[in-house]
């Protein structure tokens, strides 16, 4: 009977441990409208063309457009996509070589998440696939977790040769490049 006690206590505290860690997965790194395992149902919009000079590049402040939401791209939980509007014009996302590698072809958007397998900004990998973050993007990934963070991938619609990495646990997304 003492047996049978131990082993019921020690899977009730598993479970607990479990069940906890799985909430704290679901939620964490989102803020109030951003994350938390939203997934946005489309890519952001092509920006509006710009007439004369190009749009001036956001600062970290400028992208945090609310109390509480990260110093980064990110996508509201209404779909929003905060700092993705500076168009086909802006030369940080200028990619000499377009699909140099091909295409990517894993599928794209809300019915296709992947879990990151490692690596980091330079070289990461998911499914069999591989990507590169776009040096402009760099100071934007610092938290991301590029053994286990999920991801999904969207094309983007104003940069030839870049797709839109978004990370469904803190809501925040990066331009990278296919590698293969």
């Known amino acids: 009977m003492k047996r049978i006690l131990v082993v019921c206590a020690a899977f009730l505290i598993g479970a607990t441990l479990g069940w906890s860690q799985h909430k ?6 989102g803020t109030r409208g951003v994350g938390g395992g939203h997934i946005p149902a489309h890519g952001p919009a092509p920006a509006k ?5 190009p749009k001036p590049a956001p600062t970290a402040h400028a992208l ?4 509480g939401h990260p110093e980064a791209p990110h996508v509201h939980t209404n779909d929003k996509w905060v700092g993705h ?5 802006d030369p940080r996302y200028h990619v000499d070589h377009p699909f140099e590698h091909g295409r990517f072809t894993g599928g794209f958007g809300r019915g296709h998440v992947f879990r990151l397998a490692g690596g980091n900004r330079e070289r990461f990998t998911f499914g069999g696939f591989a990507f590169s973050v776009f040096p402009a993007d760099y100071d934007y990934c610092n938290d991301w977790l590029w053994d286990s963070d999920q991801i999904v991938i969207y ?3 104003d940069h030839d040769g870049l797709y839109l990495a978004y990370n469904v ?3 925040t997304y990066i331009h990278v490049t296919f590698l293969g």
């Not at 945090?64 to 109390?67: E, F, N, R, T």
């Not at 509007?85 to 014009?89: P, T, Y």
């Open 24 to 29: 704290d997965e679901k939620q964490g790194g």
């Open 49 to 53: 063309p710009s007439r004369g000079t």
């Open 64 to 67: 945090a457009d609310k109390a």
């Open 85 to 89: 509007d500076s168009g086909k014009n």
């Open 155 to 157: 094309e983007d619609p």
């Open 169 to 171: 646990r803190l809501g």
